[in-house]
């Protein structure tokens, strides 16, 4: 799965001019993110941390991860119209877990009031590993998928001219070429769009809930320009705002300063930082609202690591895909091993299997973000403290991927150039617009590509750990 420079990467002077010419680059592209210090502000900005080199990603792998995106749709939608599913599936976890026992308590009320919204829009993003079998092959396995504020779909659209521009310093004109076009934000842009039209008010806005601290803005401003450029009137808001101002009419039509709301979409709220008690109330608001949710609660809840593990069970893609016995394949070839650790002599011998062996196994909770999985030595001791417990219930167990490593430069604001071995993880934005029973939209709309240096077993962009890539099919 070697990219072609090696030879490239041995050579000092080269390397060093190459990432001269790649920082500007990215910083004349967009590559942005505002700074630690200066979260809230662009007075001061940086450019967002990626790889000096594309990284080899095997086409055949490439054109699989596409080709199950539109499945993936189909199955967080049906997921999320599924009540008995998302009851059963999510039971244990709600009893320890105490924020996603919030999220379905507002799922639960939402549903009893009956629901307002008739406009679905979903925007995930399935994101993948490259596991290596023992004969060397490399297979597409599913890492999870994002259901809420999946994010790097602007930033990621402007690396490529970066990366062909790298290639190009470096001699490598007729690699620089193959290169794919990539634009998620576009995509992502349409299908908000699209749920705008149908949502029927033209005077209405589309309203980004956005967090406190707001490094990423460039990314999402991507997706803003878009609709901007479509004369969509976009807003950005906190759920502190959202407390403080926003409201319902008789028809649960969302209102925030005056202004009608048709699309709320979440770049925010997938953690429990995210919340204190007004910004629940917030929450409570605008799932309860009209207007439509990117994603509503159920979709959300649909995105979590329990259902992804109870998806892997045998028999629950047919249950929730009656009828689409390929799609449900495509879907399944893409899955690791998945345990359950609920209560019962199942989830004891499961637990005593990972305790044995941590490094075959990765252990989550139901959390999103980075930086939450247990690895290793740290899985065994948690794991242990915890088998006999109820609390074991709160995470559940995936076989570890291991993907073959390669040789990249991190670029990263004020840290050395260094040489490191290097793994990455591609993700397949999807979108798709429901109304009512009917699927009016149904786009697989681009790729994330993101590496890491192997010592850091967990952890995204935005957790400091992965930095932004290009793949060169290979
Ligand atoms: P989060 O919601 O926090 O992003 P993920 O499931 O994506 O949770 O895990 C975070 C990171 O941990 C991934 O980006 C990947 O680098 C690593 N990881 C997760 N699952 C596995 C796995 N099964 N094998 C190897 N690495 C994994
Ligand atoms: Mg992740």
């Known amino acids: 799965m070697a990219a072609p420079w090696e030879d490239v990467l041995r050579d000092e002077t080269a390397v060093q001019e190459a990432a001269r010419v790649a920082v500007d680059a990215a910083l004349l592209a967009g590559v942005l993110m505002r700074t630690e210090g200066e979260p809230n502000a662009s007075d001061v900005v940086n ?42 599936t999510l039971a244990s976890t709600i ?19 009956g629901l307002a919204q008739s406009v ?46 790298v290639l190009k310093v470096l001699g490598k004109s007729k690699e620089a070429s193959r290169l794919l076009p990539n634009n998620p934000s576009k995509g992502l842009a349409l299908g908000i769009v699209k749920a705008w039209e149908l949502y029927g008010s033209p005077s209405a806005v589309v309203m980004f809930l956005v967090e406190e601290v707001q490094r990423n803005i460039f990314d999402q401003r991507c997706v803003e320009n878009e609709l901007w450029n479509r004369n969509i009137r976009v807003i ?25 709301v048709a699309v709320v979409y979440y770049r925010e709220g997938y953690v429990p930082k995210n919340y204190d008690q007004q910004n629940w109330e917030a929450r409570l608001l605008l799932e309860r609202s009209r207007a439509v949710k990117c994603p509503d609660i159920a979709t959300q809840l649909a995105g979590t690591k329990k259902v992804q593990q109870e998806l892997s069970q045998p028999g629950t893609l047919e249950k929730l895909l009656p009828g689409r016995a390929e799609a449900v394949a495509r879907i399944r070839a893409t899955f690791a091993g998945l345990y359950s650790l609920d209560v019962g002599e199942e989830g004891d011998k499961i637990a005593a299997m990972a305790i044995t062996d941590p490094d075959r196994f990765v252990l989550k909770p139901q959390r999103e973000g980075g930086g ?7 899985l065994r001791q948690v794991l242990e403290k915890i088998r006999d417990s109820p609390e074991r219930t709160s995470y559940i167990l995936m076989d570890k991927i291991k993907p073959q490593p390669a040789m990249n430069y991190l670029l990263r604001a004020h840290s050395p150039l260094q040489v490191s071995e290097c793994i990455s993880e591609l993700g397949i934005f999807g979108v798709y617009v429901r109304q009512g029973k009917e699927m009016v939209m149904n786009e697989a709309t681009g790729h994330l590509l993101r590496t890491k240096a192997i010592e850091h077993a967990d952890g995204g962009v935005a957790a400091g750990v992965a930095v932004l890539d290009t793949p060169y099919l290979v």
Do not use: W
């Not at 009893?95 to 009031?113: G, H, N, S």
């Not at 950005?236 to 009608?260: I, N, P």
């Open 236 to 260: 950005r808001r906190r759920f502190r705002d959202v407390f403080e101002k926003g409201s319902l009419d008789d028809a649960r039509r969302l209102y925030m300063d005056g202004q009608e």
């Open 372 to 378: 939450n999985n247990l690895y290793g030595e740290e």
């Open 95 to 113: 009893k320890v877990d105490d924020f996603t026992a919030r999220l379905f308590r507002i799922y639960m009320q939402v549903l009893e009031e």
């Open 120 to 165: 679905f829009l979903g925007i995930n993003r399935s994101d993948y590993m490259f596991d290596c079998g023992v004969d060397g092959t490399p297979a597409l396995k599913q890492i999870e998928i994002n259901t809420i504020a999946a994010s790097f779909g602007g930033l990621t659209s402007r690396t490529v001219a970066v990366h062909g521009q």
């Open 47 to 88: 450019y967002a941390p990626f790889t000096l080199l594309p990284s080899a990603v095997p086409s055949a792998l490439f054109e699989q991860a596409y080709a199950v995106q539109q499945d993936f749709n189909l199955l967080v939608d049906a997921i999320s119209q599924n009540k008995e599913f998302l009851e059963r």
